[in-house]
């Protein structure tokens, strides 16, 4: 973490891209193995306690349905999404392995985020203070230890939301492909991408605008890129479903950890207002960056406004558990799309201040909670 206090150009630091940062290959390297490292650390500890991952659990059962080499291929729609089935069969089912896999891509994730924090000029203290919002508490532990899937959908959406960042703000066509790119692969490892995906690609015509490109054509053109490979993907995983299946849907059905619109429809439409609620209280970085932009520029709020509403219909339908997914959007939103760029130093100690009470906000949530997440830290933690 020494590297996040190295001093910065103060002429561009739009120049760093977020995968150059840091400049050096070793030093990049060298931070990824530090922030996976803790990770694999906690995993081993909840193991240790005896928690029992249900969710990597399911994950392993599903993916013991893969038949490598079967040319019938009648299994394959039972194991919606296909992807993470696949890891998980590469991977013998072993639930160790999927903690130690979802270190190595949280040591990526997170040096990710850490390098746009750097690229929009918020300085080493206030970019430690948010990246410390995620890494010292225990929300991303839990999904860590207990749920790939979830992890790697959440990872492909900051890899998303950070192309469509960069298409809208430096008009790089080449980042809305990797946008689209990442949807494509999200859908197929977890079953709640879907909704982003179509949720983002829903306000295609503002990102347009906001890119410099206008017009009938453009807005179909990055409805395109932004949605294409998810609906190839899913109509591709469907028709073979089809083909080589007598039920088709049966993977897809049983999709969602504790069935569809859990408690009926209108109960289940409160339970997720309830949880975006929880987790926007307990994120003061957001609540405030969305405040100042909604009184400074309030058409920006439309792209983290439209990922927030993917959250709350997957938390409706059934797709997300109340177990910190919300709140780890929400702060990856903010790095992504709320961050003042280049702020002052009066700005820089609000940051600090924010994240610090952030931090202190989530674990009063979660020691005093009693949901999974809860239950899970206090078990870690022996109490």
Not at 38 to 43: D, G, L, S
Not at 333 to 338: E, G, P, R, T
């Amino acid at each position: 973490m020494a590297s996040l206090a190295s001093p910065l150009p103060r002429t561009s630091p739009r120049r760093y891209a977020a995968d150059t940062w840091p400049v050096r290959p070793a030093a990049r390297w060298g931070l990824r193995v530090a922030l996976a490292l803790p990770f694999v650390a906690v995993a081993l500890l909840s193991r240790a306690a005896g928690w029992v991952p249900a969710a990597n659990e399911a994950l392993a059962d599903r993916g013991a349905l893969v038949q490598w080499g079967d040319s019938g291929l009648s299994w394959i729609a039972s194991v919606f999404p296909p992807l993470s089935a696949a890891v998980s069969a590469l991977l013998g089912g072993s639930t160790p392995a999927m903690s130690l896999l979802a270190a190595a891509v949280l040591g990526f994730t997170l040096q990710r985020l850490a390098a746009v924090l750097v690229r929009e000029g918020l300085g080493p203290w206030a970019t430690a203070a948010v990246l410390g919002t995620l890494v010292l508490t225990p929300p991303l532990y839990y999904l860590a230890s207990n749920d790939l899937v979830s992890l790697l959908g959440v990872a492909l959406l900051v890899l998303a939301l950070d192309g469509i960042a960069a298409f809208v703000e430096q008009r790089s066509t080449e980042a809305g492909f990797r946008a689209g790119l990442a949807l494509g692969v999200a859908v197929m490892l977890d079953p709640g991408a879907w909704l982003y995906a179509l949720t983002l690609a829903a306000v295609a015509p503002f990102f347009a605008r906001r890119a410099g490109r206008s017009g009938r054509r453009a807005n179909e053109a990055t409805v395109a890129v932004l949605l294409f490979p998810a609906v190839a993907a899913v109509a591709f995983w469907l028709y073979a479903s089809w083909w080589f299946s007598s039920d088709p849907l049966g993977g897809m059905e049983a999709a969602t950890p504790a069935g569809w619109l859990p408690g009926g429809a209108g109960a289940s439409a409160a339970e997720a207002l309830r949880q975006i609620a929880l987790a926007l209280l307990a994120a003061p970085l957001v609540l405030v960056a969305s405040t100042v932009r909604a009184v400074r520029d309030p058409w920006s709020l439309i792209a983290p406004g439209i990922a927030v509403v993917g959250l709350y219909l997957s938390l409706w339908l059934g797709l997300r558990e109340a177990a910190g997914q919300t709140w780890i959007v929400l702060t990856a939103l903010y790095v992504l799309l709320l961050a003042p760029r280049n702020p002052g130093p009066r700005r820089r100690v609000a940051i600090v201040v924010a994240s610090v009470a952030q931090v202190a906000i989530g674990w009063l949530v979660v020691l005093t909670s009693g949901g999974t997440l809860g239950v899970w830290a206090r078990a870690v933690l022996g109490g």
